[in-house]
T-cell receptor, first 119, second 114 residues
Framework: EAGVAQSPRYKIIEKRQSVAFWCNPI?????LYWYQQILGQGPKLLIQ??????VDDSQLPKDRFSAERLKGVDSTLKIQPAKLEDSAVYLC????????WGVGNTEAFFGQGTRLTVV | AQSVTQLDSQVPVFEEAPVELRCNYS??????LFWYVQYPNQGLQLLLK??????LVESINGFEAEFNKSQTSFHLRKPSVHISDTAEYFC????????????FGGGTRLMVKP
């Protein structure tokens, strides 16, 4: 079974530039997450989709970050304009369904991430 | 709100020695707890999880963790580590109220020395 695919693996941009990340979840997974992992910290959820609808985006800095999952499969995360503090690894994860824990179908599988450096 | 504290940012240990990685959480509701492992240049992988039932959970590669509700802890242990266990370990918590949203600790880097 193919895992969660992310691209690019690495990206270096100057501050105030724009950048986009792409994620292809595991086939059939309805739920998709974007996490931000700053160096030395644990991942922090930015946004959660169920199919093509947003479940939670309370921690997404909406003045500069946006994300979409138009057809309920692939997703893109965009930063415009980027700041130095956006330097981090951006992780995409997917799970089969958004259901109550204990059902056994909600384990989140993570991609390798995109390492963004803003200079 | 829920939060996770991993008290040790780095744990150096010699090969074949025992190890414990500490995790404490706070939450106002019943929780589900996880340990994820991140090997160098790889994504996060689920190591083990506590959802309900037995408070002692085990992974396939010899790690175990015990849910202690009174101490709000979920420490990860292994009686004898290998070089290949060198990685970053993240403790995470969620609850039914959180809708699968995982809150991660800051991570503990386990460094196994020969």
């Amino acid at each position: 079974e193919a895992g969660v695919a992310q691209s690019p693996r690495y990206k270096i941009i100057e501050k105030r530039q724009s950048v986009a990340f792409w994620c292809n979840p595991i086939s059939g997974h309805a739920t998709l997450y974007w996490y931000q992992q700053i160096l030395g910290q644990g991942p922090k959820l930015l946004i959660q989709f169920q199919n093509n609808g947003v479940v939670d985006d309370s921690q997404l800095p909406k003045d500069r970050f946006s994300a979409e999952r138009l057809k309920g499969v692939d997703s893109t995360l965009k930063i415009q304009p980027a700041k130095l503090e956006d330097s981090a690894v951006y992780l995409c994860a997917s799970s089969l369904d958004l259901g109550p824990w204990g059902v056994g179908n909600t384990e989140a599988f993570f991609g390798q991430g995109t390492r963004l450096t803003v200079v | 709100a829920q939060s996770v504290t991993q008290l040790d940012s780095q744990v150096p240990v010699f090969e074949e020695a025992p190890v414990e990685l500490r995790c404490n959480y706070s939450s106002s509701v019943s929780v589900y707890l996880f340990w994820y492992v991140q090997y160098p240049n790889q994504g996060l992988q689920l190591l083990l999880k506590y959802l309900s039932g037995s408070t002692l959970v085990e992974s396939i590669n010899g790690f175990e963790a015990e849910f202690n509700k009174s101490q709000t802890s979920f420490h990860l242990r292994k009686p004898s580590v290998h070089i290949s266990d060198t990685a970053e370990y993240f403790c995470a918590v969620t609850s039914r109220n959180a809708g699968n949203m995982l809150t991660f600790g800051g991570g503990t880097r386990l460094m196994v020395k020969p």
